[in-house]
């Protein structure tokens, strides 16, 4: 089971195949990054301090309002594994974004042009490479996607409208890894016959002055899992390379951040989208069903 469970929620991420472990010597991200070395490395971090991968800026932790960790809690009340009236189907349905710039919780007197334009998907940050603004155009998109989209349905995980058969699929596979982790634990070592990317979950760091917060990358569903058992910390993976966007951003970086080099956003905006993230907050409109 373990396995095939994480075989469907596994990312295409470009690792490594070693890892050095800090778990002993730091849980700070900024401070492990000062003990060198190229390879990845692994610390235990606070799950409060991490977030969803994208613009809404769920936490995770014992006090969260994602989505994901709220269906496992009623999950865990009722056995009822059903997608109608759930709380993944209860925020898709309520948190449906027209465009990227409502999605990013940048507000119409404040955006303009491709922000207004694009579709409200999770592919564009402001640190993001300009290779990201593929995402931006419907045409970018496989036949498939385009269908999908033009049916009126969202790209992204982290808002709706979505069908009720991706719906019921993603809610499966939300509770199969609680069920898989609630039953065997989460590893200090990984079972040796897991690829390198299904080991640990990845976070990318963000760097605001001497703090830092962790953004998914991958391990959306582990996090999850953890968050709903009352679980504090776990055990990530930073400084991983891959295809997500980079796994360091810093604050102060801000007048180099490539889509704010290019003139997507300006330096305001890019700072709002980073800071609204960073403590957790949800775009504004960014309100939904009672998650109780």
Same mark, same amino acid.
């Given at each position: 089971?373990?396995?095939?469970?994480?075989?469907?929620?596994? #990312?295409?991420?470009?690792?490594?195949?070693?890892?050095?472990?800090?778990?002993?010597?730091?849980?700070?991200?900024?401070?492990?990054?000062?003990?060198?070395?190229?390879?990845?490395?692994?610390?235990?971090?606070?799950?409060?301090?991490?977030?969803?991968?994208?613009?809404?800026?769920?936490?995770?932790?014992?006090?969260?309002?994602?989505?994901?960790?709220?269906?496992?809690?009623?999950?865990?009340?009722?056995?009822?594994?059903?997608?109608?009236?759930?709380?993944?189907?209860?925020?898709?349905?309520?948190?449906?974004?027209?465009?990227?710039?409502?999605?990013?919780?940048?507000?119409?007197?404040?955006?303009?042009?491709?922000?207004?334009?694009?579709?409200?998907?999770? #592919?564009?940050?402001?640190?993001?490479?300009?290779?990201?603004?593929?995402?931006?155009?419907?045409?970018?998109?496989?036949?498939?996607?385009? #269908?999908?989209?033009?049916?009126?349905?969202?790209?992204? #995980?982290?808002?709706?409208?979505?069908?009720p058969q991706v719906g019921r699929k993603r809610i499966q596979r939300i509770i199969d890894v609680f069920l898989m982790l609630n039953e065997g634990g989460f590893w200090?070592?990984?079972?040796?016959?897991?690829?390198?990317?299904?080991?640990?979950?990845?976070?990318d760091i963000m760097e605001r002055g001497s703090e830092a917060v962790l953004m998914i990358a991958n391990g959306q569903h582990r996090l999850s899992a953890l968050s709903?058992?009352?679980?504090?910390?776990?055990?990530?993976?930073?400084?991983?390379?891959?295809?997500?966007?980079?796994?360091?951003?810093?604050?102060?970086?801000?007048?180099?951040?490539?889509?704010?080099?290019?003139?997507?956003?300006?330096?305001?905006?890019a700072l709002e989208v980073f800071d609204r993230i960073f403590d957790g907050r949800q775009p504004a409109g960014c309100r939904w069903g009672n998650m109780s």
């Open positions: 089971m373990l396995k095939s469970v994480l075989a469907r929620v596994k #990312r295409t991420l470009s690792l490594n195949s070693e890892y050095r472990d800090l778990r002993e010597q730091t849980n700070d991200p900024l401070e492990a990054l000062c003990f060198g070395g190229t390879k990845p490395l692994l610390i235990t971090f606070d799950l409060a301090k991490t977030r969803w991968h994208g613009p809404t800026g769920f936490a995770y932790g014992q006090d969260t309002s994602h989505p994901y960790v709220g269906t496992l809690r009623e999950y865990q009340r009722s056995g009822n594994a059903d997608y109608a009236g759930s709380a993944l189907q209860r925020y898709w349905h309520d948190w449906q974004p027209k465009n990227l710039a409502e999605a990013l919780g940048l507000g119409p007197e404040s955006s303009v042009g491709l922000l207004r334009s694009a579709p409200s998907g999770h #592919r564009i940050l402001p640190w993001y490479e300009t290779s990201s603004l593929r995402w931006s155009k419907l045409t970018s998109f496989d036949a498939k996607s385009r #269908r999908y989209y033009q049916e009126g349905f969202s790209l992204t #995980r982290t808002n709706g409208p979505h069908s200090r070592h990984p079972p040796e016959e897991l690829p390198y990317f299904e080991q640990f979950p990845v976070g709903a058992m009352g679980m504090r910390e776990c055990t990530m993976l930073i400084g991983v390379k891959h295809q997500r966007g980079p796994f360091l951003v810093r604050r102060g970086d801000v007048d180099r951040w490539p889509l704010v080099r290019k003139g997507v956003f300006s330096r305001d905006q």
